[in-house]
């Protein structure tokens, strides 16, 4: 099975702090994802990548900037925490013909 | 843009059937989803319907497509307590990239 791996489940981290998320996958797949998940928004993406050192924003990409120097990893950045970026990150990348995604486990990130 | 739109709240007693509706505004979808979230864990594929089909059946899984009113529907049957999840339907975007669009999610709650 494919796995999509998230380093860390829970972060606390403080206003102002650069944060890194890092997202793994072992299945060689073009194809990355980043979310943030919120209560009655459902999935937002944040940004994408389709290739190595190739990056695309996605809906609500302000604040967030994205690394991908490897094709297995695809690492999320917060330049400068706030905390109304306090939510749940999901990382995804393609699965299958059918385009369905694979996601990590998620992180919860509170910015205090 | 793109919307996919749930209901946020499903009740249902142990044993009965459950069903979770979307709407989706892309006409362009080749294949729509359902994916099941469980609590503190990523989202995870159940089912996926092609657009081309009305009707899919996967175990206790049944979904509907009405592709002229962009209606979806999951249908689980003899719902058990380990069904308790959040629901999100997503809509898999024709073009490059293989983004999904998700709607907001339905959590459904099985009561004895």
Same mark, same amino acid.
């Given at each position: 099975?494919? /796995?999509?791996?998230?380093?860390?489940? $829970?972060? @606390?981290? =403080?206003?102002?702090?650069?944060? &890194?998320?890092?997202?793994?996958?072992?299945?060689?797949?073009?194809?990355?994802?980043?979310?943030?998940?919120?209560?009655?928004?459902?999935?937002?993406?944040?940004?994408?990548?389709?290739?190595?050192?190739?990056?695309? /924003?996605?809906?609500?990409?302000?604040? $967030?900037? @994205?690394? =991908?120097?490897?094709?297995?990893? &695809?690492?999320?950045?917060?330049?400068?925490?706030?905390?109304?970026?306090?939510?749940?990150?999901?990382?995804?990348?393609?699965?299958?013909?059918?385009?369905?995604?694979?996601?990590?486990?998620?992180?919860?990130?509170?910015?205090? | 843009?793109?919307?996919?739109?749930?209901?946020?709240?499903?009740?249902?007693?142990?044993?009965?059937?459950?069903?979770?509706?979307?709407?989706?505004?892309?006409?362009?979808?080749?294949?729509?989803?359902?994916?099941?979230?469980?609590?503190?864990?990523?989202?995870?594929?159940?089912?996926?319907i092609?657009?081309?089909?009305d009707?899919?059946?996967?175990?206790?899984?049944?979904?509907l497509l009405?592709k002229?009113?962009?209606?979806l529907?999951?249908?689980?049957?003899?719902?058990?307590?380990?069904?308790?999840?959040?629901?999100?339907?997503?809509?898999?975007?024709?073009?490059?990239?293989?983004?999904?669009?998700?709607?907001?999610?339905?959590?459904?709650?099985?009561?004895?």
């Amino acid at each position: 099975d494919v /796995k999509v791996t998230q380093s860390s489940r $829970y972060l @606390v981290k =403080r206003t102002g702090e650069k944060v &890194f998320l890092e997202c793994v996958q072992d299945m060689d797949h073009e194809n990355m994802f980043w979310y943030r998940q919120d209560p009655g928004l459902g999935l937002r993406l944040i940004y994408f990548s389709y290739d190595v050192k190739m990056k695309e /924003k996605g809906d609500i990409p302000e604040g $967030y900037s @994205v690394s =991908r120097e490897k094709k297995e990893r &695809f690492s999320l950045i917060l330049e400068s925490a706030s905390t109304n970026q306090t939510s749940m990150y999901l990382c995804a990348s393609i699965s299958s013909d059918v385009g369905g995604y694979t996601f990590g486990s998620g992180t919860r990130l509170t910015v205090v | 843009g793109e919307d996919v739109e749930q209901s946020l709240f499903l009740s249902v007693r142990e044993g009965d059937s459950s069903v979770i509706n979307c709407t989706y505004t892309d006409s362009s979808s080749t294949y729509l989803y359902w994916y099941k979230q469980e609590p503190g864990a990523g989202l995870q594929l159940l089912t996926y319907i092609f657009s081309n089909m009305d009707m899919k059946q996967d175990q206790r899984l049944t979904v509907l497509l009405n592709k002229k009113d962009k209606h979806l529907s999951l249908r689980i049957a003899d719902t058990q307590t380990g069904d308790s999840a959040i629901y999100f339907c997503a809509d898999g975007l024709e073009g490059g990239y293989n983004k999904l669009i998700f709607g907001a999610g339905t959590r459904l709650a099985v009561h004895p």
